[in-house]
Structures are given as C-alpha cells and as structure tokens.
C-alpha cells in the first residue's frame, strides 16, 4: 500500500500541467497517474480537488544567522535555522539555501570552512539545504581558489562572490574580489562543473557615489537607490558577463535590481551562454519611492530596490525567462535593528520574505499577471533547483523525484497579517491581499503542513549533495 496519495489536483509536472494522482512511497514520488487509476489505498490520502499541486520551494538565497559586525551601534546576528527554515515551511518551500564562508584567514582549506559551517545545522533545520561557498576579497587567493575543485567535488558547486563592498564605515568587512580574482575563480568553475553566483555592483562608482552623497547632503537612507544606482548595476553585471563569456563559466546574478541588469543578461542568454538571472521578491514588490515612507527603511536590502520602471523590468524578466530564479535573499533582522540605521552607511539589510515568497508570487504572478502554473513553478522551484544541482532530486513531481510538495489552494483569499506569520517582527507585505496559499507542504513524503496544522520538527532537515547537469554547465536554460 502507497504511504501517501494527493488525489484530484491539478498537478504541475515537467511535462505539463494535468489532472493526476500523485502516488508517494517513503520518501519518494513512484508515479504520477490518471486519476483513480491507484484506488484510494493509502496510508494517508490528501484531497486535492480544486486545489494545484506544485514542487516544494526551492529558496536560493537566504542567511542563516547573518552576523551584522561592525555597525555603528555594535554587532548583532540575525534569525537562526530554526527561525528561517520554520517560517519558509509553512510557507511552501522545503529547500534552502545558506552562505559559508569558504575563505577563512590564516587557512587554504576551503572545504573544512564549509563543513565546518555546516556543522552548525544537523538537528535545527525544519527543511533540507545546503550552502553557496562564499569567497570573500582579501581571503580570496592564489592557494585556495585551485581548491574550489574541491568544494564541487564534495557536493557544493556554487561558489559565491561580491565585486563592490559594504558602506564607507569604520570596521566594515571587505568582502569584494577584485576581477582579476573573478577571472580565477570563473576558470576554475568552468573547468570543474561549478557555477559562480555574483552580488554586481561596481564598487568604484558605488563608493564615489556615498562621496557625491556626503557632499550633496543626501545622507538620509532613501538615497541608498541613488547610490546602489542603476549604471552601477549595468557595469557590473556586464563587466561579470564579459569574463563568464571568455572563460566559459556558468554564472548567475543574484538579487538583480535594475532594468539594465536583465538586459544585459537577455543580451548574454540570447548569445548561448550559460548566464543566469536571480530577482528577488522584495524588489519585485516595491520601489525607491517606497523609502521615503516614515520607516521607508524597511523595504531596504542590498543592492536596494529601484524606480517602477524596473520592478516592471523584473517581472517582465521573470515572465520570459530572462531571469529564472525568484528568491528571497531572507535575512531575519528585527525591526528595532531595521530602522535602527537612519543614514545611507548604516542601513541593515533584511527581509522576512521566505515565508510569503510561494504565495505571494502565485497571488502577483499567476492570479494578477496570468503567469502559467509551468512558469510560476519554474522561478521558484524546479530552475533554482537546476541551477543549484539539486534536480532532479528537487524541484519536479516526477517518478523518482522527493516528494515535496506543495498544495496551493486557489480560493483561498487573505489579507497577509504579521500575527499569521511566522517570522520576524515587521513585515513590509502587511496588509496585502492576496488570492492563493500553500495549505498543504510535505517534505520527502512527510506531510508538514495540512490546513493550519503543523507537524514538522528540526530533526527532518537534512543537507543534500548537489551536482549541475552539462545542461546547466553549457547554456542558457529556461
Ligand atoms: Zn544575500
């Protein structure tokens, strides 16, 4: 007898949406079948009718206890495992992904660093994961970059990099590489099977423009998006473009912000390269203008959110394939820590997105925009899952795939509300209405969540080993 059958939804396969019984066996999908033609016999039987029945979530950029050092008001760390992994399973999603600093001073071990960072986590994570392995500027050098060979090979074959650093402010930690670092660091991916995700932003003009800020008096923090400008983006993204293209490395940009980044990755995509765009849900859902607002503070992360024009861009992107990945970049900052910074060095990054992220892009995308159930599926499931290798372990309702699974019930209206949430202490969504909510997850065959009940446990997280498919590794995917 199955363990688990979803009955009568409508279910989103990479071969299409239809009308299917989904039959689970452990922790395993063993068939996606016509409706009735397994019985009902199931240890557990879930009534989908009506109802769509979607790949878990796939996060790809969230920070686990982000440390916040260095900052004019003293050190602070963000939400933990427990925090981010809880609020991201009842909203729909059943992998993450964490940072590791894989470029620890004083050691060439690279690989250690990250099992050491993962060391931190058996036991205090509600979902799987796994980790970026972070290659910070100074660290970043000549010994360990031969070593990311090492990293790949072990099941983390997304390396992460920085090209502008923080504000100009005592202390602050350097973490841009320089491009000739870039260059390294690309030939080592390309020639091992990794893919490079870039933060872009040219720090030449980024600290020139906190100059111009200072001598113009624009030091309040709704300047940020004029100093985290659009030309800044432009270049860099550009500029990463340019060398993933001559050394032949898959890369993707993460939290692209600007109209002119998606460009110049639909220019590079259209070419043939395996060049990527992540968004973020954050600067899909407001604008600069949003800033001004009294604690206008709050829709802030970096880079920062932009003008209408490219949130519209962002959408658009996501619509065509230009982008392939919405995330969240969910850094649990307390609010108090959130408005705290009041000037365009001290700002905090941050937002509570990850619980929201499947529902709120199914209400904008799906219901509001007319995006299909394939695509809606794709930008948050099954291309991070590509990209990041975990497909297709993750991200299908397919025989043989994980069978997490989200049940989205297409009637269910809401007004998002902090009180249902289960993250943080502000949120920049309240009060938004929305049409569409996951009510049901299931985590390898486990189901964790069932109309308002919540059955997960920290026990059930588990790290899982990625590998990217050639496809991945030699061009654009969709
Ligand atoms: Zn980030």
Same mark, same amino acid.
């Given at each position: ?105 004083? +050691?060439?071990?690279? =690989?250690?660093? /990250?099992?050491?960072? *993962?060391?931190?986590?058996? $036991?205090?994570?509600? %979902? ?49 590489? +320089?491009?000739?670092? =870039?260059?390294? /660091?690309?030939?080592? *991916?390309?020639?091992?099977? $990794?893919?490079?995700? %870039? ?280």
């Amino acid at each position: 007898m199955l363990d688990l059958l979803i009955r009568g939804g409508q279910v989103v396969t990479p071969t299409g949406v239809g009308q299917w019984d989904v039959a689970v066996q452990g922790e395993k999908i063993v068939g996606v079948v016509l409706p009735g033609s397994l019985g009902s016999e199931a240890a557990e039987v879930i009534d989908a009718t009506g109802k769509i029945v979607a790949p878990g979530g796939v996060e790809a950029h969230t920070h686990v206890g982000f440390p916040h050092r260095d900052n004019i008001w003293g050190n602070t760390t963000t939400a933990g495992p427990e925090d981010l992994s809880l609020a991201a399973l009842w909203g729909g999603t059943t992998t993450m992904m964490d940072f590791a600093i894989a470029t620890q001073p004083g +050691s060439d071990d690279v =690989l250690a660093a /990250v099992h050491t960072h *993962a060391d931190l986590f058996p $036991g205090r994570m509600y %979902i799987d994961y796994s980790f970026h392995c972070s290659f910070h500027g100074p660290s970043t050098t000549t010994r360990n970059i031969p070593r990311i060979r090492e990293l790949i090979e072990a099941g983390f074959p997304s390396i992460k990099v920085y090209t502008t650093n923080h504000a100009p402010r005592p202390n602050r930690p350097i973490t841009m590489i +320089s491009t000739g670092q =870039l260059v390294s /660091v690309m030939e080592q *991916a390309a020639e091992h099977g $990794g893919i490079v995700a %870039i933060h872009a932003e040219d720090d030449e003009v980024v600290q020139w423009n906190y100059e111009l800020a200072r001598e113009q008096e624009e030091w309040a923090w709704y300047y940020l998006p004029k100093i985290r400008s659009n030309l800044s983006e432009d270049l860099a993204v550009r500029r990463a473009i340019i060398v993933a293209e001559h050394t032949g490395a898959a890369m993707y940009i993460v939290h692209t912000s600007a109209r002119e980044g998606v460009d110049a990755i639909a220019e590079s995509r259209a070419k043939g390269h395996p060049v990527d765009g992540e968004t973020i849900l954050l600067y899909c859902s407001f604008n600069s203008e949003n800033y001004k607002e009294h604690d206008g503070m709050k829709y802030h992360t970096y880079p920062s959110t932009k003008s209408e024009d490219s949130r519209l861009r962002l959408w658009d992107g996501l619509h065509r394939g230009d982008l392939n990945i919405l995330a969240t970049d969910a850094i649990g900052t307390s609010y108090a820590d959130k408005i705290k910074g009041r000037t365009v060095v001290d700002v905090q990054g941050g937002n509570i997105g990850i619980e929201i992220r499947m529902g709120v892009a199914y209400s904008e995308g799906v219901v509001k925009q007319g995006m299909s159930l394939e695509r809606y599926a794709a930008i948050t499931s099954t291309n991070p899952a590509k990209l990041l290798g975990f497909y297709p372990q993750k991200g299908a309702i397919a025989a043989g795939s994980d069978a997490d699974i989200v049940v989205i019930d297409p009637n269910e209206r809401r007004t998002i509300a902090m009180e249902q949430l289960h993250i943080g202490d502000y949120n920049p969504w309240e009060g938004w209405e929305v049409q569409g909510w996951p009510t049901v997850v299931t985590l390898r065959g486990k189901v964790m969540v069932k109309d308002g009940q919540f059955m997960g446990d920290t026990s059930q997280g588990r790290l899982i080993p990625r590998k990217l498919s050639s496809a991945v590794l030699k061009g654009p995917i969709s």
